[in-house]
Nanobody
Framework: QVQLVESGGGLVQPGGSLRLSCAAS????????MDWYRQAPGKQRELVAG?????????NYSDSVKGRFTITRDTAKNTVYLQMNSLKPEDTAVYYC????????????WGQGTQVTVSS
């Protein structure tokens, strides 16, 4: 079994910052990628940021968060982080972590989500 546990969500004022964490545990062979998605009420789940694991990790961001959010990882802890700066009300959503493995069980494996609310 593979488990993903997100943490770090909460209520923050516009312009503020939060750091989300996603810790992976269980039958993890080799991680192919770890991504952050978000889903706002009444909207589809969307990719926010992703990191492809390899010699020289590659990252990608949605246009709406580029320059404000940064995805990083801690290899030893099988943990990925999402540093969110200059938060806007439109960033309000449930944030989910997703992981794909290079070997079975491939996934996708999802976390339970963490709520981020940006409001004054």
């Amino acid at each position: 079994q593979v488990q993903l546990v997100e943490s770090g969500g909460g209520l923050v004022q516009p312009g503020g910052s939060l750091r989300l964490s996603c810790a992976a545990s269980g039958s993890i062979s080799r991680i192919y990628s770890m991504d952050w998605y978000r889903q706002a009420p009444g909207k589809q789940r969307e990719l926010v940021a992703g990191i492809r694991i390899g010699s020289g990790d590659s990252t990608n961001y949605s246009d709406s968060v580029k320059g404000r959010f940064t995805i990083t990882r801690d290899t030893a802890k099988n943990t990925v982080y999402l540093q969110m700066n200059s938060l806007k009300p439109e960033d309000t959503a449930v944030y989910y972590c997703r992981m794909l493995l290079s070997l079975p069980p491939y996934g996708p494996h999802w976390g339970q989500g963490t709520q981020v609310t940006v409001s004054s």
